[in-house]
């Protein structure tokens, strides 16, 4: 999966000379919490609800809401936007994007075709991800196992389950208790979850969770 197959679009751009108030009544009504800053087609920054809400008066200001709205109105995106900017391309792998993004501590980046912005990835995008990676909206039994790590053990599960009948919805690998093996999270159709159970306990080295959901 790359990213531009989950990337958000189309994408809601903001020019660098809009005074912040009227920005953050955008990406309100967007509801989005970035924004990429174009200017003549050429990305130039990015902008966040929290870079605009940082640039704006306390709430233990002695200002009037007039004098506050005044002083809004003359600070442009360009004086609080982030100029140097992270992007990815949109054919990288998605979970390239999700390490860059876990790794620089940054919610979105815009994905660019060249020169040209087509699209924003978050971390809302990455949610979705794993939801479908996880089945998470489909029903069926999903069971958490400990396998050992070594070749041929994920074929051995497979198998029983194709012949009991069953369909697996998802599968995943994570990193097990120690070196020596691996915890499984997989979820099942066409199979009961007392009969799954059985069948995990012929080849795993503990079943730590089983449930229908």
């Known amino acids: ?38 200017k003549r087609g050429k990305l130039v920054g990015i902008v966040t609800i929290a870079d605009i809400m940082n640039a704006s008066p306390s709430q233990a200001t002695s200002l ?16 609080v936007m982030t100029k140097e900017v992270i992007t990815v391309p949109e054919d990288m792998p998605i979970e390239d994007a999700a390490r860059l993004m876990a790794d620089t501590k940054i919610g979105g980046l815009p994905v660019m075709r060249g020169k040209e912005i087509v699209g924003m990835i978050t971390e809302t995008d990455l949610f979705k991800v794993f939801l479908e990676m996880m089945a998470a909206r489909e029903v069926g039994v999903r069971a958490s196992f400990l396998m050992p790590n070594q070749a041929g053990e994920l074929a051995k599960v497979s198998k029983l389950v194709y012949k009991s ?34 069948l995990l306990e012929s080849v795993a080295v503990e079943i730590q969770d089983i449930r229908t959901c």
């Open 1 to 38: 999966m790359l990213v531009g197959q989950r990337m958000s679009r189309p994408v809601i751009t903001i020019g660098p000379d809009m005074p912040i108030s009227d920005a953050l009544s955008l990406l309100k009504r967007e509801n989005i919490r970035r924004a990429p800053v174009v």
């Open 64 to 79: 009037s809401i007039w004098e506050i709205n005044y002083l809004l109105s003359k600070i442009k995106v360009n004086e």
């Open 165 to 198: 009948g069953g369909n697996i919805l998802s599968l995943g690998t994570f990193a097990g208790e120690s070196p020596s093996n691996v915890l499984v999270t997989m979820k099942v159709e066409g199979v009961e979850q007392e009969s799954l159970r059985t």
